[in-house]
């Protein structure tokens, strides 16, 4: 998927995530910390499928031209989570949904 993605956009994609802040805030939501690894990873798949898309739209080419020259060939990717009170977590067979939680 990365290796297509930088053959679309022409830049290297970094992505790291950092697995001891992710447990560390998703840890309780996610009994099977597999579960955790996999959801991440369609996180990733998802990211660079959009992102595959809109750089090969001619409508957006604006646009991926600006992120090209801001990036200088290299695009670094960051998860960022939290858990919020009053919102339930479940995990279906192939993702995570958030649902208003009923007290």
């Given at each position: 998927?990365?290796?297509?993605?930088r053959?679309?956009?022409?830049?290297?994609?970094?992505?790291?995530?950092e697995w001891q802040l992710?447990l560390?805030?998703l840890?309780?939501?996610y009994?099977?910390?597999?579960?955790?690894?996999?959801?991440?990873?369609?996180?990733?798949?998802?990211?660079?499928?959009s992102?595959?898309?809109l750089?090969e739209?001619?409508s957006?080419s604006e646009?991926?031209?600006?992120l090209?020259?801001?990036?200088n060939?290299?695009?670094?990717?960051?998860f960022?989570?939290?858990?919020?009170?009053?919102?339930?977590?479940?995990?279906?067979?192939?993702?995570?949904?958030?649902?208003?939680h009923?007290?």
């Amino acid at each position: 998927m990365l290796k297509k993605l930088r053959e679309v956009i022409g830049a290297d994609t970094v992505i790291e995530p950092e697995w001891q802040l992710l447990l560390a805030e998703l840890g309780t939501v996610y009994e099977d910390k597999a579960r955790l690894v996999i959801d991440v990873a369609n996180c990733v798949i998802s990211w660079a499928n959009s992102l595959m898309l809109l750089a090969e739209d001619d409508s957006y080419s604006e646009w991926a031209e600006e992120l090209l020259e801001r990036v200088n060939g290299r695009i670094k990717v960051y998860f960022e989570v939290r858990v919020e009170p009053g919102r339930c977590y479940r995990q279906p067979a192939n993702h995570m949904s958030i649902a208003d939680h009923e007290s």
